[in-house]
């Protein structure tokens, strides 16, 4: 485990972040994990869905900001693979 405090990422505040096994983690105190917890278990099944959707659109800013996306045009996207090969990132 290293931490990285600088790590280029997701606005994660105070919280130090850290990778474990090929995956980025926050350091959070057991006040805040417990609180959010709490919230998430109150939340009703669309505000989680909500709050998932904006998690996942604040991952992909940071993953592209840092130069971990790729566009690809809506025709190429839509080529037969054959003819238009796509590696994809998957970490």
């Known amino acids: 485990m290293t931490a990285q405090p600088d790590a280029p990422g997701p606005d994660t505040g105070s919280y130090e972040v850290t990778h474990l096994g090929g995956q ?5 105190p057991v ?3 417990l609180r959010l917890r709490a ?3 109150a939340a009703t099944p ?3 869905e ?5 998690a996942a659109v604040l991952e992909w800013r940071a993953r592209d900001a840092t130069g971990q996306t790729t566009f690809v045009s809506r025709r190429r996207s839509k080529a037969p693979a054959e003819h238009a090969p796509v590696s994809l990132r998957v970490d």
């Open 39 to 41: 919230l998430e278990r």
């Open 24 to 28: 980025t983690a926050v350091v959070v």
């Open 50 to 54: 909500d709050a998932e959707d904006t």
């Open 31 to 33: 006040t805040d994990f």
């Open 46 to 48: 669309h505000e989680l």
